[in-house]
């Protein structure tokens, strides 16, 4: 097996996308208002785990500027690097959130913006669960994805081939209150990424709030 076929899919992808993706994305509305929910409700100075950060923009960016301590982790060498020198008041990882040790109760929140597609239905469960086990009591987590019941399918994402797995929004709200959250609000929207090879996206954005006392099963 050569190096590349041992690589995380993800890996390859971002890393031929690199900023293309943030300037197909960077109309985003809806993950602009997602943020501003996120920001009225941290204390100052909280601690906030960015997962699949790409370019560090606009996540990361918004959220170190607005003096929160970021952490992003990304699978894909050239995102991180690019994430590191356009937002260098964040830290920036190379990391499969799969295998990233995360400590019970470490962050003040977590978000997941459209990183979690190339995973299986049991890992994409699994994480939200490991994540929701990393925020601190009544910590909240920003979940987003495109809402389609699909499992396994190969789609041509920006050029690049990928395998793509989602749940509807009714089964991606059942994993978040199944992970221990409560979804406080939730958005579905339709955005067409600024890119030629692109065409219109369900989105969906779930706001969420770690249960109060809940203990989450591994």
């Known amino acids: 097996m050569t190096d590349e076929q ?12 690199g900023g293309a993706y943030e300037k ?8 602009r208002r997602s943020l501003e929910w996120l920001l009225g409700r ?8 960015d997962v699949g950060s790409g370019t560090g923009r606009p996540t990361a960016e918004t959220l170190a500027g607005a003096g929160h301590e970021v952490l992003g982790v990304d699978v894909s060498p050239v995102m991180v690097e690019l994430a590191s020198r356009q937002v260098p008041s964040a830290s920036f990882r190379c990391a499969d959130v799969r295998e990233l040790p995360l400590d ?11 990183s979690l597609l190339q995973l299986d239905r049991r890992e994409q469960t699994d994480v939200v669960r490991r994540l929701a086990r990393a925020l601190t009591p009544d ?8 809402p389609l019941d699909v499992e396994g399918v190969e789609a041509v994402f920006m050029g690049q081939p990928v395998r793509v797995t989602s749940f509807g929004a009714p089964d991606l709200v059942a994993v978040a209150e199944g992970a221990g959250l409560d979804v406080l609000e939730r958005e579905e929207t339709l955005f067409t990424p600024a890119h ?9 954005f ?13």
Do not use: I, K, M, N
Not at 6 to 17: E, G, I, T, W
Not at 25 to 30: D, H, L, N, Q, V
């Open 6 to 17: 041992q690589r995380p899919p993800a890996a390859v992808v971002f890393d031929a996308l």
């Open 24 to 31: 197909a994305f960077a109309g985003s509305e809806a993950h």
């Open 42 to 49: 941290l204390a100052p100075g909280s601690r906030v785990l």
């Open 104 to 114: 019970e109760a470490s962050f003040d929140a977590v978000c997941v913006y459209f």
């Open 139 to 146: 910590g909240h987590l920003v979940l987003a994805t495109v």
């Open 196 to 204: 030629p090879d692109a065409g219109p996206e369900a989105h969906v």
């Open 206 to 218: 779930l706001h969420c709030r770690r249960r109060r006392g809940d203990t989450v099963d591994a």
